[in-house]
């Protein structure tokens, strides 16, 4: 069994900033590329930030230069760092890696339950 959990969201000021965790937890043999989406309502769910094991980012055009992405691979964990955020920013945030449980066996896709990120202007 597997679990992500995502904390950090919460309400803040437009131009404010948040940080957001993704911790992974379970029997975890070793972990790909892990990232961060969101999801606005009446939207589809979009990638915001992605990492891979070697640290690599690669980010949206909406986030570059304001969103930094990282990751402490001893803890499992992933973190999202958002300053200068703006109203359209609002949405919940959910944290994926693409997990292997064991080794030689197959790498899958888990996801969190979301943290909510609200920006008022």
């Known amino acids: 069994q597997v679990q992500l959990a995502e904390s950090g969201g919460g309400l803040v000021q437009a131009g404010g900033s948040l940080r957001l965790s993704c911790a992974a937890s379970?029997?975890?043999?070793?972990?790909?590329?892990m990232g961060w989406y969101r999801q606005a309502p009446g939207k589809q769910r979009e990638v915001a930030a992605t990492i891979t094991s070697v640290g690599r980012p690669v980010y949206s055009e909406s986030v570059k230069g304001r969103f930094t992405i990282s990751r402490d691979n001893a803890k499992n964990t992933v973190y999202l760092q958002m300053n200068s955020l703006k109203p359209e920013d609002t949405a919940v945030y959910y944290c994926?890696?693409?997990?292997?449980?064991?080794?030689?066996?197959?790498?899958?896709?888990?996801w969190g339950q979301g943290t909510q990120v609200t920006v008022s202007s």
């Open positions: 379970g029997n975890i043999f070793s972990i790909d590329n």
């Open positions: 994926a890696g693409i997990i292997r449980l064991r080794e030689g066996g197959p790498s899958l896709n888990y």
